[in-house]
């Protein structure tokens, strides 16, 4: 049985309007070397589309995780948490 | 030739159809309103749901039999699609393919429609957190990313004419980026990127989910035994490990299945080593794309 990663992002950190706007910081894209996070403008769950102001950070690829933590260290604000599990190689289909 | 030269290559190659690339083949797609809504919202392409998934743990999504196999039918229908209710915001219909530098010079210089401008590439920008521009659009692509500013480079010249364009390309060909061009929607051509793995949203795609957003290349690189010194400068400019030096015969290898036919090792090689090959030439890789 596969073990997922958990990532967790604690937007109270980090968002436009909290102590630290992703897009001035962009710390934890920079050292994650399989590029696991994205940073995009939220998404209101309704209505659609999303507000093209407030910008955040959300682990994407999170199979594509080693687990390096390295995100985890670089954050100014310790908004990232990761539990690793399981990263997967290619996925080749059935 | 792939499926798109014989639906969309009237004889040749879908990319080297002039066709293709006209603002009457736009017009006829209703193109500027989607690039509209497609630019408008591109960043948050991999958050949105599809049936019910987003992209957040693809990789483990997939790996389960039945809804793996239902994810990959939809991605790839929706990447492909030539339907008439194209949904932009999910990139309906922006299916691209890897191409050499002399490729993509050919359009730039050829068949490209004006205006081009480069901008920043927005998989670096929101996976990476780096500004490089690198893409190459034209046509209504162009006047549509002009009105979102966060794109447009900053203190240089964005808009460019045909020699600039081909300059630009050759740069970023020679710093290891991979030429690709790009349906946006299919069979509108307005787009020639520069890409790098893993922020390249379409590689990434392909690369790690084994999906068929992007294709591989019409060549496949092909290297010259006698001529390889074995100095190993090419294995660093593959972007999808294709290249392995061996020292017991002090020479590169080539895995095929893995080379796109990107032909960025060529930059490297100072002993005439490397060529690109057609694809068709090689009986085990015709028609793998
Ligand atoms: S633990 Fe490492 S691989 Fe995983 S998201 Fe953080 S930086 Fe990336
Ligand atoms: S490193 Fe931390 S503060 Fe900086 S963008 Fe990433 S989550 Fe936000
Ligand atoms: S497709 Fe390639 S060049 Fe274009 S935006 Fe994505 S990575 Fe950048
Ligand atoms: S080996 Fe193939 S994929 Fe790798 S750089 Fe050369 S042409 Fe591109
Ligand atoms: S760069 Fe040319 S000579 Fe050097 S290892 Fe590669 S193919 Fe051989």
Redesign the pocket.
């Known amino acids: 049985m596969t073990k997922k990663t958990s990532i967790k992002l604690d937007y109270s950190k980090c968002h436009t309007g909290a102590s630290t706007d992703p897009r001035e910081c962009r710390k934890c894209l920079f050292v994650c070397d399989p590029a696991v996070f994205l940073m995009h403008p939220t998404l209101e769950k309704h209505p659609d589309p999303h507000n093209p102001e407030i910008w955040r950070v959300d682990a994407i690829w999170l199979s594509k995780c080693t687990g390096c933590m390295k995100c985890v260290e670089v954050c100014p604000e310790k908004a990232i948490t990761v539990k690793p599990g399981d990263s997967l190689a290619i996925i080749r289909g059935f | 030739m792939c499926e798109w030269c014989f639906k969309h290559g009237d004889g040749g190659k879908w990319y080297n159809n002039a066709r293709l690339y006209r603002n009457e083949l736009a017009d006829e797609y209703n193109a500027g309103e989607y690039l509209e809504e497609q630019w408008k919202n591109m960043e948050t392409l991999f958050i949105r749901k599809i049936m019910g998934f987003n992209s957040i743990g693809l990789g483990y999504k997939m790996q389960m039999p039945i809804i793996g196999r239902l994810i990959r039918k939809v991605v790839e229908g929706q990447i492909h699609s030539e339907k008439e209710n194209r949904n932009p915001v999910r990139a309906d219909g922006h299916f691209g393919q890897v191409l050499p530098l002399e490729d993509a010079q050919h359009i730039m210089g050829n068949l490209a429609a004006e205006p081009i401008i480069k901008n920043y590439c927005v998989c670096r920008w929101m996976q990476r957190g780096v500004k490089d521009a690198v893409c190459i659009n034209f046509g209504q692509l162009s006047e549509v990313i002009e009105k979102h500013t966060r794109y447009i480079p900053e203190g240089v010249k964005y808009r460019l004419d045909r020699e600039e364009a081909i300059q630009a390309l050759q740069e970023q060909n020679e710093k290891g980026y991979v030429a690709s061009v790009w349906f946006q929607p299919v069979p509108y051509i307005n787009a020639i990127c520069s890409c790098e793995s893993p922020e390249c949203g379409g590689l990434r795609l392909r690369n790690d989910f084994n999906l068929k957003t992007v294709y591989k290349g019409e060549y ?2 092909d290297i010259d035994i006698d001529k390889c010194e074995g100095c190993k400068s ?1 294995v660093r ?4 490990n ?2 392995r030096y061996l020292p017991s015969v002090k020479r590169v290898i ?1 895995d095929l299945d ?8 060529r930059h490297a090689c100072k002993h005439d080593a ?1 060529n ?1 090959v057609p694809r068709e030439s090689i009986p085990g890789q015709a028609g793998k794309y």
């Open positions: 496949l690189i090419c400019m593959c972007q999808f294709a290249l080539v893995k080379c796109f036919g990107c032909g960025v090792c490397l690109l």
